[in-house]
């Protein structure tokens, strides 16, 4: 955990693509360049790209994935982590927790 905290701090973090390339180095087992790769192609950019704060903060607003400090309108909690796990294409633990919970209250008002 420790190493994989230091890369995304390293590139960045949630100012730039550094959560999204530590969770998968997390989800999926990646390594760091593999992740890197995996998260530029998910998200159309290029590589280079995935460390500049100002084209990823454009780029969390057009595709709502949050930001450090969001504004009136942009995604936050576990929103931002529904569209995290839909672009991305893995499944975030709580947000799996979310659906279930959700499925089984619409399950007991019918």
Same mark, same amino acid.
């Given at each position: 955990? $420790?190493?994989?905290?230091?890369?995304?701090?390293? /590139?960045?973090?949630?100012?730039? $693509?550094?959560?999204?390339?530590? !969770?998968?180095?997390?989800? !999926?087992?990646? !390594? /760091?360049?593999?992740?890197?790769?995996?998260?530029?192609?998910?998200?159309? +950019?290029? +590589?280079?790209?995935?460390?500049?704060?100002?084209?990823?903060?454009?780029?969390?607003?057009?595709? !709502?994935?949050?930001?450090?400090?969001?504004?009136?309108?942009?995604?936050?909690? +576990?929103?931002?982590?529904?569209? /995290?796990?839909?672009?991305?294409?893995?499944? +975030?633990?709580?947000?799996?927790?979310?659906?279930?919970?959700?499925?089984?209250?619409?399950?007991?008002?019918?």
């Amino acid at each position: 955990m $420790a190493l994989a905290h230091a890369h995304a701090s390293g /590139i960045g973090g949630m100012r730039a $693509a550094g959560d999204l390339v530590a !969770r998968m180095q997390m989800a !999926r087992g990646m !390594r /760091i360049q593999e992740a890197k790769a995996y998260v530029a192609d998910k998200l159309k +950019i290029g +590589i280079s790209d995935l460390t500049d704060p100002v084209i990823m903060a454009e780029i969390r607003e057009d595709l !709502r994935l949050g930001a450090i400090t969001p504004f009136p309108g942009c995604a936050k909690g +576990i929103e931002a982590k529904f569209r /995290i796990a839909e672009v991305l294409g893995i499944d +975030i633990n709580c947000v799996e927790r979310f659906k279930k919970k959700t499925a089984s209250n619409e399950r007991v008002r019918v």
